[in-house]
């Protein structure tokens, strides 16, 4: 069977580092680059993070640094979420090699110039590298397959009422990548806020045999943790782990575990109090041409069956 050929752009933070996993486990993708980008906490930190991960899982894949900060805004580490570390909570061990001598728009634009088929963009953090891929590149677009990232809500949100972080951080960036052309699909909150695992089910990870399994329970107790108000935690109110950017990588594995609508989307860039919002025409009041595919849901059982077995075959 043929690998698709993915490129994986990151902020790792906790739920960065379980979609890594996922999807260096998987015999289906190709990683050919991992790109990082600022925002769950500095680049510096952030890359450090990936670094330290896929060391851990003992792969060769090339980890390319981007951008310092958003487009036109600055980083805002989310600490409270990840950590001084931006993934505290387990203790890794220093990596094993360095970042890449290039950065992450050469990198990026190298492996699609390279590719004989499209390629895959998976980015789970602010859409700042992928924003200026497309604008200093636009003639690569041809060979982007799709863009599948995490970010944005159609209902809701978690930094602002209605803005989700990865989008809020870099708004003007979310904004080109939405009016691209390149085909998108949206894991925002609508379904990753359903993509939870359960406080019962982290002994699943951390019984297993491996090392990368006790890593993942460990990374799930802290988000968890960090993530879930107290009165969640009241019978009847059980909130698990958010699996945020682990669902767009289990959409390029099984789109089948989710339900989605093709939709139009744009992002807010001006207003205070609704920047970063990703305006979903859920009912096409503006009859503008859909851009996205947005999912609304999800098979959590096929998800955490997906995730589960991919996990147990790592290191
Ligand atoms: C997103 O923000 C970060 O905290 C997570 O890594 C995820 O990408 C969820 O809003
Ligand atoms: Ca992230």
Redesign the pocket.
């Given at each position: 069977m043929k690998k698709r050929p993915v490129i994986l752009d990151c902020?790792p933070?906790?739920?960065?580092a379980i979609a890594l996993m996922l999807a260096l486990s998987s015999k289906e993708l190709d990683v050919r680059l991992i790109t990082v980008s600022a925002?769950?906490s500095t680049i510096e930190r952030t890359t450090l993070n990936a670094l330290r991960i896929v060391s851990f899982l003992d792969k060769q894949v090339e980890v390319a640094a981007g951008a310092r900060k958003p487009l036109r805004r600055v980083v805002i580490p989310?600490v409270e979420?990840?950590g001084e570390s931006g993934l505290d909570g387990p203790v890794l061990p220093e990596p094993k090699f360095s970042a890449s001598s290039r950065n992450a728009l050469d990198a990026q634009a190298d492996v699609l110039k390279r590719s004989e088929s499209k390629v895959t963009i998976i980015p789970?953090?602010p859409l700042t590298n992928i924003a200026l891929l497309l604008s200093v590149y636009p003639e690569l677009k041809d060979k982007i397959d799709r863009i599948v990232l995490?970010?944005g809500a159609c209902f809701g949100g978690?930094?602002l009422p209605n803005a989700?972080?990865?989008i809020m951080i870099d708004p003007e960036a979310a904004d080109i990548v939405f009016r691209s052309g390149v085909p998108v699909t949206m894991c925002g909150?609508d379904v990753?806020l359903k993509a939870q695992i359960f406080p019962a089910e982290f002994d699943i990870f951390r019984r297993m045999p491996n090392r990368t399994g006790p890593l993942v329970a460990e990374l799930l107790d802290f988000f968890h943790k960090s993530t879930t108000p107290p009165f969640m935690a009241a019978p009847g109110h059980e909130e698990g782990a958010h699996m945020?950017?682990v669902c767009a990588v289990a959409w390029v594995l099984a789109p089948e575990l989710f339900v989605s609508r093709h939709l139009n989307v744009q992002i807010e860039t001006v207003s205070e109090l609704t920047l970063g919002c990703t305006v979903v025409d859920y009912n096409n009041v503006f009859k503008l041409q859909p851009n996205a595919d947005v999912c609304f849901d999800i098979d959590r059982k096929g998800f955490l069956d997906l995730l589960t077995s991919g996990i147990s075959s790592l290191p």
């Open positions: 902020d933070g906790h739920d960065d925002g769950n989310d979420t990840h789970t953090g995490m970010g978690n930094w989700e972080f990865n909150l990753t945020h950017d």
